[in-house]
């Protein structure tokens, strides 16, 4: 059993959570105000509103979500963003678009998996 401290950041912050019985990773949403457009090309952090406090000699790791790669496009820079034991800022999704179309990140919209 590991214990793992996780903070909310922002009022409107919807916490990691599994979706279901047999997730393997916790949905992280997006906690932005208004909706943030990610252009062809481009890459863009998307701030999840919550921070943790991971045991030393941890990590987190950040990972897509398949349906989003799937069907817009859109992938972690980098392929896995990494969550030290030391971070204590906000984490956040960094997404590239890597398709031909601009995609739209909506208020709460589920970016990514932890």
């Known amino acids: 059993f590991m214990r793992i401290l996780i903070k909310k950041m922002r009022p409107s912050c919807i916490m990691p959570h599994y979706a279901s019985e047999h997730a393997a990773g916790m949905d992280l949403s997006a906690c932005i105000d208004e909706p943030v457009t990610i252009h062809a090309g481009e890459t863009v952090l998307i701030p999840c509103g919550f921070g943790l406090a991971l045991p030393v000699g941890y990590e987190a790791q950040i990972r897509g979500r398949s349906g989003m790669a799937y069907k817009h496009g859109i992938v972690p820079a980098h392929g896995v963003g990494t969550i030290d034991?030391?971070?204590?800022?906000?984490?956040?999704?960094?997404?590239?678009?890597?398709?031909?179309?601009?995609f739209v990140v909506e208020p709460q919209m589920r970016v990514a998996q932890m």
Do not use: F, M
């Open 85 to 102: 034991a030391d971070y204590r800022g906000e984490i956040g999704a960094i997404l590239h678009n890597i398709s031909k179309q601009d």
